[in-house]
């Protein structure tokens, strides 16, 4: 069966503190995936998402990052974290149509 | 003006009433979504329609390609039905990307 990890959970980090946050995908291969932030109160937004290794498209500027060392694996980082970096952050794969989402990481900078 | 608008923003209801929770787009799209966020964060595809109407349970959803509309409804709505529910839609020249509403507030009362 197809699925989607995603940790940690919740995260609280200093500013200026460095972020690495993964994504895998198990049970598909050359998976189209995402990373969307979700703002309190706000809708979700696009960051980044990637259709093959080493493939990253930036959605918005801004403070992070993305990459894909391996087919099924996506990673969000960030060198130093910022108070506006704070939100809920979500990992989606599609194999050409619907969506699965991770759990999602609610990450706190404080 | 955005390029999916949701209405209403916030509804609250007695447990037992009939919802309808309104999608309107202005692009070209290929297919809608409708997905359901709990408060944990989480989120679930509902679902993914492109023509008609699609049902699941209680829920039920249609769209009309011509008037660029989308309706979720609930019938016999109950307190485990509180979420947000938000409307996504596929662009046409899109690689697969999610083009969001800002979501419904959605609180049945006991």
């Known amino acids: 069966s197809q699925t989607i990890h995603q940790w940690p959970a919740t995260l609280v980090q200093p500013v200026g503190s460095p972020l690495s946050l993964e994504c895998t995908v198990e049970g598909t291969s050359n998976p189209n995936l995402y990373w969307y932030r979700q703002a309190a109160g706000r809708g979700l937004q696009l960051l980044f998402y990637s259709v093959g290794i080493g493939q990253i498209s930036s959605e918005v500027p801004q403070n992070l990052s993305a990459s894909r060392p391996q087919d099924r694996q996506f990673i969000l980082s960030s060198k130093k974290l910022l108070l506006s970096d704070s939100g809920f952050y979500l990992c989606?794969?599609?194999?050409?149509?619907?969506?699965?989402f991770g759990s999602g990481t609610r990450l706190t900078v404080v | 003006k955005n390029e999916v608008e949701q209405s209403p923003q916030n509804l609250t209801a007695q447990e037992g009433e009939f919802i309808t929770i309104n999608c309107s787009y202005s692009?070209?799209?290929?297919?809608l979504h409708w997905l359901q966020q709990h408060p944990g964060g989480g989120i679930v595809s509902l679902f993914m329609l492109s023509s008609g109407k699609k049902k699941h349970g209680r829920l039920i959803a249609t769209i009309n390609i011509q008037e660029k509309h989308s309706s979720l409804h609930i019938t016999a709505s109950h307190p485990r039905d509180s979420a947000v529910y938000i409307c996504?839609?596929?662009?046409?020249?899109?690689?697969?990307?999610?083009?969001w509403g800002a979501g419904t507030k959605l609180i049945i009362k006991p």
């Open positions: 996504a839609v596929y662009r046409m020249d899109s690689n697969y990307q999610l083009i």
């Open positions: 692009v070209g799209i290929s297919a």
């Open positions: 989606a794969w599609t194999p050409g149509g619907g969506y699965t």
